[in-house]
């Protein structure tokens, strides 16, 4: 198949290497560099502490107790004395789960990686205490988030210690008119699983044998019609991984959590949505061979 887009020349530095790696063209749109090449040595962030000292935030993040139950409950996104992430962004990862996994899945120093980093949550954490970071979206909001794919990820096999993922899951925000954003894609179609299976794979890849990825997914009410998507995400990823826990998220930024809509919910019978699935899993020790994957 012909392609549009130029090929595009990807370095990047994983365990002190640095390796570079040609990304072809995608038939589904990946959207490629085709002016200058990308250089994954501007996207990898160190561990700073200059941010630690001007957020103030990284004692409460490496200070406060962590969650002993699976039900977790942020009211605000982010540490009133910090600002992790941007508030603003719809669909905002709060910063108090990207802390409980970093802190509880890796070491300083050990290398996150978010494919899908939205407004820049898991680079503030990440960095705030003490780890490098690769932050990829295929729109990104901030020059330390690379332009990338999530379905194709510019690193090398068994590389990365904790992978965190927090991917649309419908079409119902707008986050890129960029035709190869998942973010475009209806929930539970044909389209949206194949998509769906192409990150997991990729994030299966990368992901060091015995390490741990965490996915957050909310379901969908929309049109008088509920999809399971969490449901869907839990049996894909069943597939790739072995399963650590799930966490229940609390929702609180939601635009549909207002009176207005609590009243709708209430006349017309159905339910706005509470909670987001917080998967945590980890990758097997012995890679599971094509006919266990399916």
């Given at each position: 198949m012909a392609c549009s887009l130029h090929d595009s020349t990807f370095t990047a530095i994983v365990r002190d290497l640095s390796i570079t790696f040609d990304v072809p063209c995608r038939s589904h749109g990946y959207s490629g560099v085709d002016s200058e090449p990308l250089t994954m040595a501007q996207a990898l962030l160190p561990p700073n502490t200059d941010l630690e000292r001007v957020l103030r935030g990284a004692d409460v993040l490496r200070d406060y107790d962590l969650e002993s139950t699976t039900l977790?409950?942020?009211?605000?996104?982010?540490?009133?004395?910090?600002?992790?992430?941007?508030?603003?962004?719809?669909?905002?990862?709060?910063?108090?789960?990207?802390?409980?996994?970093?802190?509880r899945y890796t070491r300083p120093g050990d290398l996150v990686v978010d494919a899908m980093a939205g407004s820049g949550t898991t680079v503030d954490v990440a960095r705030a205490l003490g780890?490098?970071?690769?932050?990829?979206?295929?729109?990104?909001?901030?020059?330390?988030i690379a332009q990338n794919d999530?379905?194709?990820?510019?690193?090398?096999?068994?590389?990365?210690?904790?992978h965190f993922v927090d991917p649309p899951y419908?079409?119902?925000?707008?986050?890129?008119?960029?035709?190869a954003c998942v973010g475009r894609i209806p929930a539970g179609t044909v389209r949206w699983h194949e998509a769906m299976e192409h990150v997991a794979r990729e994030l299966h890849r990368t992901l060091k044998p015995g390490h741990v990825l965490g996915w957050l997914i909310s379901d969908e009410y929309r049109h008088g019609r509920f999809t399971p998507v969490g449901f869907h995400v839990f049996e894909l990823l069943h597939r790739f991984f072995e399963l650590v826990d799930i966490v229940c998220i609390v929702?609180?930024?939601?635009?549909?959590?207002?009176?207005?809509w609590?009243?709708?919910?209430?006349?017309?019978?159905?339910?706005?949505?509470?909670?987001?699935?917080l998967f945590i899993t980890r990758k097997r020790e012995r890679e599971p061979s094509e006919e266990d994957i399916g």
């Open positions: 977790w409950d942020f009211e605000y996104q982010s540490p009133a004395v910090g600002s992790f992430g941007d508030p603003r962004f719809n669909g905002v990862t709060p910063a108090g789960i990207v802390t409980n996994l970093v802190r780890r490098r970071v690769l932050a990829f979206d295929i729109a990104p909001q901030r020059p330390d999530a379905r194709h990820l510019p690193l090398l096999n068994d590389s990365v210690d904790l419908s079409d119902n925000v707008r986050y890129s008119g960029d035709p929702r609180h930024h939601d635009r549909s959590l207002n009176p207005m609590e009243h709708r919910a209430r006349k017309f019978g159905f339910y706005l949505r509470g909670f987001k699935y």
